[in-house]
């Protein structure tokens, strides 16, 4: 494997988290639509790399492979056919080496397991993204579709690109973005013709929240009435803040992507270091003698309010906050059964039900009752 590797440089340890959510979100996201058996579903991968490091640590590309290798069984049972995009590209480069190691990265893991060759195929693109996005456009929109956009160039962030996956259907995307380079450079015209971003705004808060606050904005960029939510998961390199992007407009989709965050990090579920500095939390602050609260503890304080105010009275509209919060059902739940058990509310059923299978799925509306 090293002999294809050369061009490559090692994998950084935040570019391995990065690539272990697209992972873990690929294994959440393809038995659920394969389950459903439509003819086809789509997985592109605008900017692959070239399917391994240096190291011989697989890229996205290898790690998609893998996960459909895993599913190969559900997928010849429900008679599914997967095709995979993959595109790699550098501009002024006559010799296109790494589209080269990506292809045959590929091909080789294909040979080592070739019942697959039955079940996928891949399409192999050398463009530029800015010309094979519109190609490829109608096909993202009319089968299901995972759009990774690992984007290398402050030119890919363009909020085109998201209000056009915004208006699909049936979309889930993960985009990477090296949100840094906007708290240095975003007043600059080169940035704004891509992505106009508030930066006065965005640096109101410490520069640790520069991808959230990315986000923030974005979100305002949508359409009114959109059904399309996006949530940030930063991640640190050295100085550096960076970050993934995640999109989608099903909350099934939501809540296996918020599942993926939290169990990355249990603490915040939004980064892959202290952005909330829990790890004072549990001082005393010396003056006024009280304790700081988590990000958990500052949300469940919230839902309290919330139902004790009135303005939440059952576990559909309870889930549905929780996730716009970025925050699980469960983290809601553990709130709602403390109030039960202090005899502050009351709800008939021994759960509060807050999770997509009770609220989405399967849907049982249950009461939240406060005690007078």
Request: hydrophobic share 35%; aromatic share 14%; charged share 25%.
């Amino acid at each position: 494997m090293a002999a294809i590797n050369l061009h490559n440089k090692p994998f950084g340890e935040e570019t391995i988290t990065k690539l272990e959510i697209f992972e873990d979100y690929a294994q959440a996201w393809l038995p659920t639509f394969i389950m459903q058996a439509p003819p086809m579903i789509c997985i592109f991968d605008f900017f692959a790399g070239t399917g391994y490091d240096k190291s011989g640590v697989p890229g996205s590309p290898i790690r998609l492979l893998q996960k459909i290798e895993e599913q190969r069984p559900l997928i010849f049972s429900n008679h599914v056919k997967i095709e995979i995009y993959l595109n790699e590209f550098e501009p002024c480069k006559k010799e296109q080496k790494k589209f080269e190691l990506l292809k045959a990265s590929c091909e080789e893991y294909l040979d080592k397991h070739p019942s697959l060759r039955h079940v996928l195929e891949i399409k192999y693109h050398n463009e530029d993204f800015e010309t094979l996005f519109p190609q490829l456009l109608p096909t993202i929109k009319k089968y299901p579709a995972l759009v990774y956009l690992d984007q290398n160039g402050i030119k890919f962030t363009s909020e085109t690109y998201f209000l056009e996956l915004e208006k699909t259907a049936q979309t889930d995307f993960l985009y990477f973005i090296s949100s840094s380079y906007f708290w240095r450079f975003g007043k600059l015209d080169e940035f704004k013709m891509h992505l106009d971003i508030d930066m006065e705004e965005a640096k109101k808060d410490p520069y640790k929240f520069i991808h959230v606050n990315i986000i923030q904005q974005l979100r305002r960029k949508l359409p009114v009435r959109t059904k399309f939510r996006l949530y940030p998961f930063s991640l640190k390199k050295g100085k550096n803040i960076h970050g993934i992007i995640f999109g989608a407009s099903h909350a099934r989709a939501v809540d296996k992507f918020l599942t993926i965050a939290w169990d990355r990090n249990k603490t915040n579920g939004q980064a892959n270091f202290d952005i909330f500095d829990h790890a004072t939390v549990n001082q005393i602050n010396m003056f006024s003698g009280d304790r700081g609260r988590s990000r958990i503890e500052t949300f469940q304080e919230k839902v309290r309010n919330k139902i004790l105010n009135g303005e939440i009275s059952n576990n559909f509209d309870l889930y549905e906050f929780s996730i716009n919060e970025g925050f699980l059902g469960s983290h809601a739940a553990e709130c709602l059964k403390e109030m039960k058990r202090k005899k502050t509310i009351k709800y008939d059923c021994t759960s509060p039900l807050v999770n997509y299978q009770n609220v989405h799925k399967v849907p049982k509306k249950l009461i939240y009752i406060v005690n007078k």
